[in-house]
């Protein structure tokens, strides 16, 4: 009995010092890749892990309830239907945004991608997704779909929630070279898809494209604020007719008014002919919009049009803002051998005129978070078919983080 127990003994102590050094033996740790702030581009944006590239992913909750008028009560429709009879009355519309941004720092400068994608449903649950940005930014070169460089202004002011101001607002696709002088100063060529910029021609047919837009902008941005001359050329050809090179030419000035609270005042405008959705990319009219007519013996005759666009915004305390835009646009179709309005006269006079104001009082309780009241007014004057106006007032809930 006493050699069993020795020998359960000694293997008892043989199993518990084997134990020991086991537990003793170093244990191989998977490394933790904790994710680094990174504070280059400011706030929001961390490094990808395993990556020198910084990443920001933001967002936006927007709701709006709109309520559609027709001060003049003559069912005329200037806002694809809304100012007329049998059209709705309100509108309930939600959207989802998503942003990321990314930039990595390269011996040869500056490499960002930017996208903005936003989900809407409105009118009885109708789905739509819209691609609003999508490029790539290498030194001066930006690729992809972004603000068209024509555009200064654009809805800075306004709330473009129903119809673009009169001003021109494009998002397109484009390739751009853009050189910075120093001290603010730049310049960009930009070469732009021309199908986003057409409207039609009036008794005629768009030929397919073949040339594309031809942007070129001067800017300044300093402290006091910004300034820019644009100018673009805008191939306008018919199939059966003939063919003819449109032009647009702008200048804007936005300054930083000192008193107030970030309070701003801008202003701009421009001549077009041929090229009318850089007058205004919200115009609108009972016949076109167009770009250019077909006359007598086939002649292709361009449209003249001309802008002018303001606004100012202002905080009156760090919880209460306002943003107004006000615009106006003129377009001469010339005389033409159509009956464009079935009323038995041909070489009917056209042209028309858009007058809009677009308003936005805005409250955030907290940080990111916005509860406000808009309006949109126009109206719309023409020489053969009459003139009416619309007005959306709308509430908005948004927050955005």
Not at 110 to 122: A, G, K, N, V
Not at 138 to 163: E, K
Not at 166 to 181: G, I
């Amino acid at each position: 009995m006493n050699i069993k127990r020795l020998v359960l003994g000694t293997a008892a102590g043989a199993l518990a010092v084997t134990g020991a050094q086991a537990a003793d033996l170093p244990v191989v740790v998977e490394p933790i890749d904790y994710v680094r702030i990174c504070d280059a581009y400011g706030t929001g944006f961390y490094y990808i892990p395993g990556t020198e590239t910084c990443l920001r992913v933001a967002g936006r909750i927007r709701a709006d309830y709109n309520v559609f008028f027709d001060p003049d009560d003559d069912d005329f429709n200037i806002l694809g239907g809304y100012s007329q009879d049998g059209s709705n009355g309100y509108r309930f519309r939600a959207r989802a945004y998503l942003y990321m941004d990314s930039r990595t720092n390269t011996e040869f400068g500056l490499l960002r991608t930017f996208t903005e994608i936003y989900w809407t449903s409105q009118f009885g649950g109708n789905l739509g997704v819209t691609l609003n940005n999508a490029f790539i930014q290498f030194g001066g070169l930006t690729f992809g779909r972004t603000q068209s460089f024509y555009d200064f202004l654009d809805a800075s002011y306004g709330s473009s929630q129903l119809f673009t101001d009169s001003l021109s607002d494009t998002k397109t696709n484009l390739a751009a070279y853009t050189f910075a002088f120093g001290n603010g100063f730049s310049a960009t060529l930009s070469l732009e898809d021309e199908l986003t910029r057409r409207y039609g021609i009036q008794g005629g047919t768009y030929q397919g494209s073949r040339i594309p837009d031809i942007v070129g902008a001067l800017r300044v941005d300093q402290g006091w604020g910004s300034a820019q001359l644009m100018a673009a050329g805008h191939y306008v050809e018919d199939i059966f007719s003939d063919s003819k090179y449109g032009f647009a030419i702008g200048a804007g000035v936005n300054v930083n008014v000192p008193f107030g609270n970030g309070t701003q005042v801008g202003i701009q405008g421009g001549y077009s002919q041929g090229a009318l959705n850089y007058t205004s990319s919200g115009a609108v009219a009972p016949y076109g919009p167009w770009d250019a007519t077909v006359g007598p013996g086939g002649n292709l005759n361009l449209v003249d049009a001309f802008n002018i666009s303001g606004g100012f915004s202002t905080s009156f305390t760090p919880t209460v803002s306002l943003g107004v835009q006000v615009g106006y646009m003129y377009a001469d179709y010339g005389n033409n051998t159509f009956d464009v309005n079935g009323d038995g006269i041909f070489n009917d006079d056209l042209d028309f005129s858009n007058f809009d104001v677009d308003a936005f009082l805005g409250y955030s309780p907290v940080a990111g978070f916005v509860l406000g009241l808009g309006a949109q007014f126009k109206y719309v004057d023409t020489a053969d078919a009459g003139s009416g106006s619309a007005l959306s007032a709308f509430f908005r809930a948004q927050r955005s983080f």
